[in-house]
């Protein structure tokens, strides 16, 4: 893009209704929050379980910063990896039960990090059509045959697998997608790689915290193997910043070795890593927030059937489409006049046609907030 088509190119975005614009946040996150000087009820954060302005964790980073400083000055393979962080990947380790964990900035790149790492040209990658665009650019810099799935369709996987005379191959998947909050069927999906010598790498985003008993996705379903390897971020349930990967003690040396997103980076502030042990405690023992958030999903659900806006979803992530990029930016500036903070998400981030709102639950709504919320958003369906 040259400097001269940056404006042109920004006008027929807006044209299109898909001018991104940022909206300051003044208030610490919450279901209330102020945002460029207004109060809003907020359906638009991943913070899950309402961990981000919990005292402890507040107390636990305050405390981190007076014992290890503001930031950690370094990459972790020079004088940049603390006992902070060393004492939380062994957290992490134990929490999610496999045999190491290795911290990250963000999930963006640990994504990059692993499949770059294990796959490069003459390999292949297998990834599910609904991926992120962190998945699908550790793919495409991979640079592994790049082969993607229709969603959730393990036969057409399979198809790919049994063609593929990789040497090495692996699977990337979501555990639950990020625009629809469906869920992969892993179990299925490991018992493939097992079949086809292959790695099956899950980005548990948005199950972290919030599935099961809070382990996660790979948990919920009990599995356990060493071609399995595990990414969650600590940015959404977990209340902080941050993600891990945690799978067998060889794959975790491979990526303190081979990983440039990890070697070629300044170690995550010492302050943050010192948190995740308090944000695991708070995580093992939010049964009720759990609890509280399956009762929102059930209400939203409930109240979304027969409509044409039901969808497949069980999780904290419920998709409201609209269709055009339009109706969405419409419905969402009505919210807004409203009180409510519910942004329209409009492609590439979602297909043509498929422009929507995301309501993100969190254990801090109330059942009257979500059913305001959807007394307006289904107003022009039941009228």
């Excluded at 499949?115 to 650019?137: C, E, M, P, Q």
């Excluded at 985003?205 to 382990?215: I, K, P, S, T």
């Excluded at 996660?216 to 390897?229: E, N, Q, V």
Aim: net charge negative; charged share 20%; with cysteine.
């Amino acid at each position: 893009m040259r400097l001269q088509d940056l404006s042109p190119g920004l006008g027929e975005l807006d044209e299109r209704h898909r001018l991104r614009r940022r909206a300051t946040l003044e208030s610490p996150q919450g279901d209330e929050v102020v945002i460029d000087g207004r109060s809003y009820i907020s359906f638009a954060s991943n913070d899950y379980l309402g961990l981000a302005d919990h005292p402890s964790l507040v107390r636990a980073l305050q405390q981190g910063a007076d014992r290890w400083g503001a930031g950690s000055g370094a990459s972790h393979l020079l004088t940049g990896h603390t006992l902070a962080h060393q004492q939380a990947e062994e957290a992490l380790t134990g929490f999610v039960g496999r045999e190491a964990a290795l911290l990250f900035g963000s999930g963006y790149a640990a994504n990059l990090a692993v499949i770059t790492s294990l796959v490069g040209r003459g390999d292949a990658v297998f990834a599910d059509k609904l991926n992120h665009a962190s998945l699908n650019d550790g793919c495409l810099l991979s640079r592994a045959d790049f082969q993607r799935f229709r969603h959730n369709d393990l036969a057409h996987l399979e198809q790919l697998l049994a063609d593929s005379g990789a040497p090495t191959k692996l699977i990337a998947v979501d555990a639950v997608y990020s625009m629809d909050g469906d869920q992969a069927p892993l179990p299925a999906l490991l018992a493939l790689a097992e079949r086809y010598d292959a790695w099956l790498y899950v980005d548990d985003a948005h199950g972290f915290g919030v599935l099961g008993d809070g382990r996660g996705s790979a948990a919920l379903h009990g599995l356990a193997s060493d071609r399995l390897i595990y990414m969650a971020t600590l940015g959404k349930a977990a209340g902080l910043a941050g993600a891990f990967v945690a799978g067998c003690r060889p794959l975790v040396d491979w990526l303190v070795n081979k990983a440039r997103t990890y070697i070629y980076t300044t170690a995550q502030p010492p302050a943050l890593a010192a948190a995740v042990g308090a944000s695991l405690r708070l995580i093992a023992e939010g049964g009720e927030r759990r609890e509280r958030l399956r009762q929102l999903i059930s209400r939203c659900r409930q109240r979304l059937e027969g409509t044409p806006y039901a969808g497949a979803s069980a999780t904290a992530i419920q998709p409201f489409v609209v269709g055009s990029d339009e109706n969405a930016v419409r419905l969402a500036e009505t919210l807004r006049e409203q009180g409510y903070w519910v942004p329209a998400v409009r492609p590439p981030t979602v297909p043509e046609n498929g422009a929507r709102l995301r309501i993100s639950l969190s254990a801090r709504h109330e059942l009257s907030q979500l059913d305001a919320l959807l007394d307006l958003m289904l107003r022009p369906a039941e009228s």
